[in-house]
């Protein structure tokens, strides 16, 4: 008999609070906003209506980004050398030289010094390798030692090794030999290629885990103008492509647009590029006015006015970073609207002017279960 009155009793104070409108379904509760680096003004919309919601709540934590410098290089291309050790007046009838799965011969594409020179031999074969056709055209660049019997092979674009061979190794050694034989055949390779960070000719640039927002500021250095298309000592706007690579604006509008910086390299000529560049980003530190929340509603999604206490609202709400000043731990700034009698409610921030903000919106709606 206890056990029930117990549950009746239970029933009618669950039925008295759904039958009084104090019994609520929750029907929001995630983040509005995700923010690891906001250096742009943006607004983040939320359908209230769609969503069922009558009542809505939200909590803001702001603090400064947590960015570092970050570095990029362009990459190295593959080198290698062939040596003329000798150079008899018959020459090397079907000697072949190899690069990239393309031979130039003996005789037909480069000719031997009739008076025994190696140096003349030495010339005749970087000129046969620069004028080839085929898959050698435009993959390496050659050119003849202050000596006169070295060739040396650059690559004209890096990031990529390449196959070499000669069929008279005694007389014109490879470098980066693989393996040879007693006939004289020898087998080498065009190596210290290095991938470049930057897609060359493309707007994309590879940084593992770079962190950057939409608009975030950085300061563009190097030492060198291999890369064109920036230029060093220039504050740029990231525009991120995903969390491993970004692309660069001019302007932080430009970069809300999508309007992207195409790097490009000038051309490679003979022995350049044997080592790789560096370039660096810097994010820059927050100065200038602080940054501010404003929330708006609207019942249309387009035409949105102020949530203010004269709208029937909550207060307009700021949170102050001070002039370039590091706040790691966050302001926490909380709303909380009660019943909002509109289709739509969104977040407008006003960003700092210079560097960026960390900014998370944590929001919570329910709606009266009758």
């Not at 593959?78 to 003329?84: D, E, K, Q, V």
């Not at 085929?134 to 030692?145: E, H, L, N, Q, W």
């Not at 490879?174 to 190596?191: D, H, K, P």
């Not at 501010?292 to 700021?318: E, F, H, L, P, R």
Request: charged content about 5%; hydrophobic content about 40%.
């Amino acid at each position: 008999m206890k056990k029930l009155i117990k549950n009746w009793g239970s029933f009618i104070l669950v039925w008295g609070l759904v039958a009084t409108g104090f019994a609520f379904v929750v029907e929001y509760n995630q983040a509005l906003v995700s923010e690891t680096a906001l250096g742009v003004n943006k607004t983040y919309p939320l359908p209230i209506g769609s969503l069922r919601v009558e009542k809505m709540s939200f909590t803001a934590v702001c603090s400064s980004a947590t960015l570092t410098t970050d570095t990029f290089t362009d990459g190295v291309a593959s080198t290698g050398t062939i040596t003329i050790s000798s150079s008899p007046v018959a020459g090397f009838p079907g000697a072949v030289i190899c690069i990239n799965n393309q031979c130039v011969v003996d005789g037909v594409n480069w000719f031997h010094d009739p008076l025994g020179y190696s140096s003349g031999t030495a010339l005749s074969i970087a000129q046969a390798i620069n004028i080839a056709t085929g898959p050698m055209k435009g993959v390496v660049v050659a050119t003849v030692a202050a000596s006169g019997t070295v060739i040396y092979t650059t690559a004209t674009s890096v990031g990529f090794n390449y196959v070499t061979y000669t069929s008279s190794q005694p007389a014109m050694t490879l470098s980066n030999l693989v393996s040879s034989n007693t006939i004289g055949y020898a087998s080498g390779a065009m190596t210290g290629a290095v991938a470049s960070a930057v897609t060359l000719n493309s707007p994309f640039i590879n940084i593992p885990n770079h962190g950057y927002g939409v608009g975030s500021e950085v300061l563009y250095t190097t030492n060198t103008n291999r890369l064109t298309g920036l230029t060093s000592g220039t504050t740029y706007y990231t525009i991120p492509v995903n969390a491993n690579s970004l692309e660069l604006s001019a302007t932080s509008t430009g970069a809300v647009a999508g309007l992207y910086i195409i790097p490009t390299t000038a051309t490679v000529a003979a022995n350049s590029y044997v080592t790789k560049s560096t370039y660096t980003l810097t994010p820059l530190t927050i100065l200038g006015s602080t940054t501010s929340y404003k929330w708006q509603v609207s019942n249309d999604g387009v035409n949105w006015i102020d949530y203010t206490t004269t709208a029937g609202g909550v207060a307009v709400s700021s949170v102050t970073i001070l002039s370039g000043a590091y706040v790691a731990t966050g302001t926490v700034n909380s709303w909380d609207f009660g019943y909002i009698d509109y289709a739509y409610v969104r977040l407008n921030v006003v960003a700092p002017p210079t560097g960026e903000v960390k900014l998370s919106v944590w929001g919570s709606g329910n709606h009266s279960n009758p």
